[in-house]
């Protein structure tokens, strides 16, 4: 059974909640949240937040049981239950501290560049440069530099950097993608804990970073190559080929399932591979008028395919 929604902006899911945000509204499974022009939100195991940039106002809302939502321009991010951060890059890059039992800030700094959060603490925080996309630092709170990692040259940062226990790992692209460059780094040092060099054919280049939180394996299947890969040890640990007429462009990670998209127009697809067997056990056809591209979520037995660039949302809910 299929139905949609039009005028999505995000939506995203955890075990417990789902969250579908439309233009000038938040809607948090039953509950339903207002959502003014220069609003900010977040979400965390307890709390939701929602901050304005003109008013300097905060509002807390209890008993969600969510991680982290963010509007463009601006994110909001926890550091635990009672500290998050909020950094506005419409205002000459200001990052602010606030607690919430007391809601108000509690610390006030300016980040020197265009940052890009990846990581912080109550002490630190790991950012990347938006501008130059080939710097990583680890600075303090007070914006010291503790450490910094620069990519050797010609290689830009591709997708957001991500952390599994102390390993910070990202991958990067030189001369469009005609060389990909996959490092992980000790996230407390910066040291260099292991790195790889991909270069065309396709195949050659695929690394899996689609992180299993549970397992702390990567999964990826893309073109025509599913694969597993050890962000810790920098090891692959699976490769199979699949079907080439599928040739996935998007994976998630739901229900230890990889899910993901193919193909657009009258061939685009959706299906997922089993994770606890490698095998792939679904593949529907899902014909397009347009060339989308789509997101995935998958909640309490429903998916939700939401389209990057016209805002449909389709749901899926298997018959019984």
Not at 7 to 33: G, M
Request: proline share 2%; with cysteine; aromatic share 14%.
């Amino acid at each position: 059974m299929k139905y949609s929604k039009k005028d999505i902006v995000k939506v995203i899911a955890n075990k417990n909640d789902l969250v579908i945000q439309e233009k000038n509204h938040l809607y948090i499974n039953d509950l339903k949240i207002n959502i003014e022009e220069n609003d900010y939100i977040g979400l965390s195991y307890k709390n939701i937040i929602k901050t304005n940039s003109d008013k300097k106002e905060v509002s807390v809302w209890n008993n969600t049981n969510f991680l982290l939502l963010s509007k463009e321009h601006s994110t909001l991010n926890f550091i635990d239950n009672s500290l998050f951060i909020l950094v506005d890059f419409d205002y000459e890059n200001i990052y602010s501290l606030y607690k919430i039992n007391v809601n108000k800030n509690i610390y006030h700094s300016k980040i020197d560049g265009f940052k890009n959060i990846i990581h912080f603490d109550s002490e630190k925080i790991w950012v990347n440069d938006m501008l130059e996309q080939n710097i990583i630092d680890c600075i303090s709170i007070k914006n010291e530099l503790i450490w910094q990692y620069t990519l050797p040259e010609g290689f830009t940062i591709f997708k957001q950097p991500q952390i599994v226990d102390d390993v910070l790992f990202f991958d990067s692209f030189k001369n469009g993608n005609e060389e990909n460059f996959v490092v992980g780094l000790d996230i407390k040092t910066g040291e260099v804990l292991w790195q790889l060099l991909f270069k065309i054919p396709y195949k050659e280049q695929l690394l899996a970073t689609t992180l299993h939180k549970e397992n702390k394996l990567c999964y990826g299947y893309l073109g025509n190559l599913y694969q597993i890969f050890n962000p810790i040890s920098g090891k692959i640990v699976l490769e199979k080929e699949m079907n080439e007429k599928i040739n996935p462009y998007t994976n998630a990670i739901y229900d230890n399932k990889l899910w993901f998209v193919s193909g657009k127009y009258e061939e685009c697809k959706f299906g997922y591979i089993n994770l606890a067997n490698n095998e792939l056990e679904l593949l529907q056809d899902f014909p397009q008028e347009d060339d989308e591209t789509f997101e995935i979520v998958y909640h309490q037995k429903k998916l939700y395919l939401r389209g990057k660039y016209y805002n449909n949302l389709y749901i899926f809910e298997r018959e019984e």
